[in-house]
């Protein structure tokens, strides 16, 4: 084989073996105001966990928030919004709307979060350290800064 075309041909083959590990990270990108409000109640999601039609949904029900009343002021509601809203995930990340066309709500309702705990029992979920679905950072050790990988999981007893 050409030498020059082996170092290519290598370094192809080693970026690829590393994408599966770099899929369950995300980045997590600062905003003071997001993760004020968000992380005062629970983990501050990467806002690639959602696409930006189904954030937009989440922020504008905030008077009904899961069973809680998060509203916010409309100036700090609209920043948040506009936040997740620029760095939300889509197509390229696999979260998109429901069959039906609805905006997916609870991250722990996309396909990738279904798929990646489908191993994982609801009595796993509501053991007293963990929970729920919803508390990433029971098991995944390292959400807060934004790595769900495999490597970092710990699921508590």
Known sequence: MNRYLTL???LAVLTSLSLPARADRYS???????????GSCHL????????????LHVMNGLAHHFGTDASLDDKRR??????????????????TADAAGR??????????????HRE?????????SIKSPANCAAC??????????????????
């Open 8 to 10: 290519p041909v290598l």
């Open 28 to 38: 997590v990108p600062k905003h003071a105001a997001f993760e004020e409000e968000c």
């Open 44 to 55: 501050a999601y990467p806002p690639q966990m959602l696409d930006a039609h189904s954030w």
């Open 78 to 95: 609209v920043a948040i919004t506009d936040f997740l809203a620029q760095n939300a995930g889509g197509r390229k990340t696999g979260v």
């Open 103 to 116: 905006p997916l709500l609870r991250i722990t309702e996309t396909a990738r979060f279904v798929k990646k």
């Open 120 to 128: 994982v029992s609801a009595a796993t979920f509501k053991r007293a």
């Open 140 to 157: 995944h050790r390292q959400a807060a800064a934004g790595d769900y990988s495999e490597h970092s999981i710990n699921i508590p007893k």
